[in-house]
């Protein structure tokens, strides 16, 4: 089944803390047996891979409890349901959501002061992220996704627009910002100047030339696809060549049957596709620059540790 939002976890996990003191980790797995969790679901991460799904949606169920006066942490870690919190489960409640919360008036004042922030763009965002089905960190993420694959998308169509000599300097940009080819000087005289054959160009694996890359730079149209023959006619040149290494590049995407072929080659040879290749533009910065960076900040527990 699918891991329960953190609204409806709320009620679980103030019948953890009725129970006695507790932890993130522990009601997570009482709550987890209760409603058959398997392994992988106990087990699923953020899109961030920073944190266990379902322990955050259990954190921030305490979180906004605690902000209603339902839940208490005696100590570092540890929480536990309050009179009010206990007095709440004797109503025999079906749900537990925000709206429930809005009802106390210490929740209601934290509610309100978060939607009073002195840029009003923002006091809608901040509504919406408290009585969202997901939870703080899960809309970041989502957010992320949602931007990168836009961005994904825009940087193909922009590479695609362009000719195939400055798609040559693309690959020199992104392999020397991934460490390879020494200088992009050096670079530049090997990358698209070899022509023998299958092969664009040559790039040194290291500064110090001990090892080298040999380059294939397809720029294809969208809907494309690069098939075997492609890969083997590139696995001919490599031996041809003696080498051992290669990587094939290209803008649209790889067929079922080349990457099938790729992966059984006693040489090395990387497939990279238009979306792995905009992948490595993004996470080298080639071709996009920093607009905006969002800091997470959270309390130190140890700060405060008597």
């Known amino acids: 089944m699918a891991i329960p939002d953190y609204q409806t976890l709320m009620l679980p996990v103030l ?3 009725a129970e006695g003191e507790t932890r993130v980790p522990a009601a997570a797995e009482k709550i987890a ?7 992988l679901e106990r087990e699923e991460m953020l899109p961030s891979g920073k944190q266990r799904l379902l ?3 259990v954190h921030w169920a305490k979180f906004y409890m605690s902000k209603a006066g339902l839940i208490s942490s005696p100590r570092r870690g540890v929480f536990v349901a309050t009179e009010a919190g206990l007095a709440l489960l004797k109503q025999g409640p079906t749900k ?6 809005k009802g106390y008036a210490s929740f209601s004042d ?5 939607g009073t922030t002195e840029e009003p763009d923002q006091n809608a965002a901040i509504t919406g992220a408290a009585t969202s089905e997901a939870t703080p960190e899960e809309q970041i993420d989502a ?4 931007l990168a694959s836009a961005l994904k998308a825009d940087l ?4 695609v627009e362009q000719s195939p000599a400055f798609f040559e300097r693309l690959i020199v940009e992104l392999l020397v910002a991934m460490g390879y080819g020494g200088s992009h000087e050096d670079a530049a005289r090997q990358l698209g100047k070899s022509g023998d054959g299958g092969i664009d160009g040559v790039i040194d694996e290291d500064r110090l030339g001990l090892d080298r890359i040999y380059v294939q730079a397809k720029r294809y149209a969208p809907g494309s696809s690069v098939g075997r023959p492609e890969i083997q006619g590139f696995v001919g040149s490599l031996v041809g060549l003696g080498a051992t290494k290669g990587v094939f590049v290209t803008t649209s995407s790889f067929s079922k049957q080349a990457q099938e072929y790729a992966r059984g080659l006693q040489q090395r040879v990387i497939l990279i ?3 792995r290749l905009t992948e490595l533009m993004i996470e080298f910065d080639v071709g996009v620059r920093r607009y905006r960076s969002v800091e997470v900040k959270r309390v130190d527990e140890d700060f405060f540790a008597d």
Do not use: W
Not at 96 to 101: P, Q
Not at 156 to 159: G, K, Q, V
């Open 110 to 114: 934290f509610y309100n002061q978060a």
């Open 15 to 17: 019948a953890a803390a």
């Open 156 to 159: 193909l169509a922009r590479i």
């Open 55 to 57: 322990h955050n949606r």
């Open 143 to 146: 957010a992320s996704s949602l």
């Open 96 to 101: 537990i959501d925000v709206e429930t919360l």
């Open 33 to 39: 047996d209760q409603i058959g969790l398997s392994s």
């Open 273 to 275: 596709d238009g979306d």
